[in-house]
């Protein structure tokens, strides 16, 4: 048991650092160090960031070992520096991060195959601790990703496009109303926001089968949607005035149509790909100008989790088996989300498709603690974001590692940000 643990982690570390190596030796050095965005680190500060949290946790708290470099811990410490600031810092250069992360995984490994998985000590129970850091490690990942996306120049990234859609998805699906339970005591990784589990009363609603697509979108913008007041929150309105919104970022519009910015390759808006980069601000008004609404947090994980059969909440919409490529469009296999309809393998009972991968889901609910919290094992990873000026997105994205997203996963980001790859789909009472 205890050495099949090891292996798995050994695996999932290493499959992980192998995502970082491909984000970040895509580029060349002076694409490293660069911002490619003021909303984003330069790539060699997420590399080395993720080597440092690797040493805190793995090599230094886990295994007790002395420092490597302990001297580096403010400058990789999220919290001291804004993103913005963080190009002038004197960081590791691109080599020394490299050779960094290098020996601290060297130290990682080392305490991974001395390390007791004991039940009594909560950070290394199930290997959570080394769970964690490989969820860091992705989420870091996924943010490198929107770097890329947010960059200049040629193309260096390339995938496979996803795979088509097997048969159109329209239309809503009701959920019926009542009892299930949110959140999990038992997903050995989970993250502490994740918990407890606790039984809400979601009354009856009905919530979209896909995710809302571009042209969906298009139709709003064509009706002039962003134009009218009407749609918009007072927030909602200022923000789009302030910011100048009329597109999704990345969108470009041509005299022939509109055309988006991807990866450094410039291409049509495809009609049936779930809409991305939006700000939570421009999913309001969409829904508002559609009769609908954004579903709440309980209503998105009930859509996902619930099983009607039995009652029971299942860890993926599908059941409880990891993603697989027949599920969902996830890890960063594909370079965009598929289009509606590309994953009937990972519908939920209910046919609600495409919960999990392809873009972040903009809910209604800020970012607050289920009944029960314990911060663990540090109050940064989410306590101190409780009651901030943020929105819960659900789901995962194509850029989200299996690693790093599950029926129970919560993500979270001011209403106003849009350079991650987040969409939404809408809710409405049940009439
Ligand atoms: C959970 C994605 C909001 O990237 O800010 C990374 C994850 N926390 N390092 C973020 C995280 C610390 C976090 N999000
Ligand atoms: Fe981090």
């Given at each position: 048991?205890?050495?099949?643990?090891?292996?798995?982690?050994?695996?999932?570390?290493?499959?992980?650092?192998?995502?970082?190596?491909l984000?970040?030796?895509?580029?060349?050095?002076?694409?490293?160090?660069?911002?490619?965005?003021?909303?984003?680190?330069?790539?060699?500060?997420?590399?080395?960031?993720?080597?440092?949290?690797?040493?805190?946790?793995?090599?230094?708290?886990?295994?007790?070992?002395?420092p490597?470099?302990?001297?580096?811990?403010?400058?990789?410490?999220?919290?001291?520096?804004?993103?913005?600031?963080r190009?002038?810092?004197p960081?590791?250069?691109?080599?020394?991060?490299?050779?960094?992360?290098?020996?601290?995984?060297?130290?990682?490994?080392?305490?991974?195959?001395?390390?007791?998985?004991?039940?009594?000590?909560?950070l290394?129970?199930?290997?959570?601790a080394?769970?964690?850091?490989?969820?860091?490690?992705?989420?870091?990942?996924?943010?490198?990703?929107?770097?890329?996306?947010?960059?200049?120049?040629?193309?260096?990234?390339?995938?496979?496009?996803?795979?088509?859609?097997?048969?159109?998805?329209?239309?809503?699906?009701?959920?019926?109303?009542?009892?299930?339970?949110?959140?999990?005591?038992?997903?050995?990784?989970?993250?502490?926001?994740?918990?407890?589990?606790?039984?809400?009363?979601?009354?009856?609603?009905?919530?979209?089968?896909?995710?809302?697509?571009?042209?969906?979108?298009?139709?709003?913008?064509?009706?002039?949607?962003?134009?009218?007041?009407?749609?918009?929150?007072?927030?909602?309105?200022?923000?789009?005035?302030?910011?100048?919104?009329?597109?999704?970022?990345?969108w470009?519009?041509?005299?022939?149509?509109?055309?988006?910015?991807?990866?450094?390759?410039?291409?049509?808006?495809?009609?049936?790909?779930?809409?991305?980069?939006?700000?939570?601000?421009?999913a309001e008004?969409?829904?508002?100008?559609?009769g609908?609404?954004?579903?709440?947090?309980?209503?998105?994980?009930?859509?996902a989790?619930w099983?009607?059969a039995?009652?029971?909440?299942?860890?993926?919409?599908?059941?409880?088996?990891?993603?697989?490529?027949?599920?969902?469009?996830?890890?960063?296999?594909?370079?965009a989300?598929?289009?509606?309809?590309?994953?009937?393998?990972?519908?939920?009972?209910l046919?609600?498709?495409?919960?999990i991968?392809?873009?972040?889901?903009?809910?209604?609910?800020?970012?607050?603690?289920?009944?029960?919290?314990?911060?663990?094992?540090?109050?940064?990873?989410?306590e101190?974001?409780?009651?901030?000026?943020?929105?819960?997105?659900?789901?995962?994205?194509?850029?989200?590692?299996?690693?790093?997203?599950?029926?129970?996963?919560?993500?979270?980001?001011?209403?106003i940000?849009?350079?991650?790859?987040?969409?939404?789909?809408?809710?409405k009472?049940?009439?």
């Amino acid at each position: 048991m205890t050495q099949d643990l090891r292996l798995t982690i050994a695996a999932e570390l290493e499959r992980t650092r192998a995502r970082t190596a491909l984000l970040t030796d895509a580029v060349d050095d002076t694409d490293l160090i660069r911002q490619h965005s003021p909303l984003m680190s330069p790539l060699v500060w997420d590399l080395a960031h993720v080597g440092n949290q690797e040493e805190l946790w793995l090599v230094r708290d886990v295994g007790g070992r002395d420092p490597v470099r302990q001297d580096i811990d403010e400058l990789y410490d999220a919290f001291k520096h804004a993103r913005r600031d963080r190009p002038a810092l004197p960081l590791l250069d691109p080599g020394q991060a490299r050779a960094y992360v290098a020996q601290v995984r060297q130290k990682a490994l080392d305490v991974l195959d001395r390390v007791r998985f004991e039940p009594d000590r909560r950070l290394v129970d199930n290997g959570f601790a080394f769970g964690m850091i490989v969820q860091h490690e992705q989420q870091h990942d996924e943010t490198m990703l929107s770097t890329h996306q947010l960059r200049a120049g040629s193309p260096v990234l390339t995938a496979p496009a996803p795979p088509p859609s097997a048969a159109p998805v329209t239309g809503e699906v009701l959920i019926p109303g009542g009892r299930f339970v949110m959140g999990t005591d038992t997903d050995p990784w989970a993250l502490d926001n994740e918990r407890p589990a606790h039984t809400v009363d979601v009354p009856a609603f009905r919530i979209d089968a896909a995710p809302v697509t571009n042209a969906q979108y298009l139709a709003f913008i064509d009706a002039g949607g962003y134009d009218d007041p009407r749609w918009w929150s007072p927030r909602g309105w200022e923000h789009r005035n302030n910011a100048g919104l009329q597109a999704p970022l990345h969108w470009i519009r041509d005299p022939g149509g509109w055309l988006y910015r991807r990866f450094g390759r410039v291409e049509p808006v495809r009609g049936d790909e779930p809409v991305v980069h939006v700000c939570w601000f421009e999913a309001e008004a969409y829904a508002a100008w559609a009769g609908k609404r954004l579903p709440t947090e309980a209503e998105w994980e009930k859509a996902a989790r619930w099983d009607p059969a039995t009652g029971r909440s299942r860890r993926f919409p599908w059941g409880d088996d990891p993603p697989g490529p027949e599920h969902a469009n996830l890890g960063q296999r594909h370079l965009a989300p598929a289009p509606v309809g590309a994953y009937p393998g990972g519908a939920s009972p209910l046919g609600v498709h495409q919960l999990i991968g392809d873009v972040w889901e903009w809910v209604s609910s800020g970012f607050e603690a289920y009944p029960g919290f314990a911060a663990f094992p540090y109050r940064e990873y989410s306590e101190v974001f409780f009651g901030g000026d943020y929105r819960v997105l659900r789901g995962g994205s194509f850029g989200t590692d299996r690693a790093a997203c599950r029926g129970t996963f919560r993500n979270w980001d001011h209403p106003i940000r849009r350079q991650i790859f987040s969409g939404f789909r809408c809710a409405k009472d049940v009439a």
